[in-house]
């Protein structure tokens, strides 16, 4: 940090930790779950970490910020961008992010209509929203 500004920044998400939230039936969302552990999707027990590397940001307005960095999923790193606003409290920082991501590429293809024709309602849509809050010192 510099001021309130975020100069750079790593985050380490533990893959193990996915879970579904939304069916509300145990035994379909743990098959979900375990559907999103497996290699169609993040193949968590070969890549049991993904990493979100903060390069820089730019103030928008107010406490708004465009963060600039490098998601690594599956061992495949690319390039992002988004956005999220940052607070200061005492000695604590908090942020919220918004971010965005299109999960082919990153090679996780299954359900998607980019590379399967015929899906019909079993086509899973290509981006992953994330909000995030950040609480640090």
């Known amino acids: 940090m510099k001021g309130n500004q975020v ?4 985050i380490v998400v533990d893959m193990n930790s996915i879970y579904n939230t939304d069916i509300k039936n145990e035994e379909y969302s743990n098959k979900l779950t375990g559907h999103l552990k497996n290699e169609d999707f993040f193949n968590v027990d070969s890549f049991p970490t993904s990493f979100l590397n903060i390069n820089k940001s730019e103030k928008i307005e107010g406490s708004r ?17 988004f956005e999220g606003s940052i607070s200061q409290s005492e000695d ?7 971010l965005s991501f299109d ?16 899906l019909g309602d079993r086509m899973i849509l290509d981006y992953i929203d994330l909000e995030i809050l950040i609480i640090a010192k």
């Open 65 to 81: 910020y465009r963060y600039f960095g490098d998601l690594t999923i599956k061992g495949i790193t690319n390039p992002i961008e």
């Open 7 to 10: 100069t750079s920044g790593n």
């Open 103 to 118: 999960r082919t590429l990153w090679k996780i293809h299954y359900g998607s209509g980019k590379f399967f024709d015929d």
């Open 92 to 98: 604590k920082y908090s942020a919220n992010i918004n």
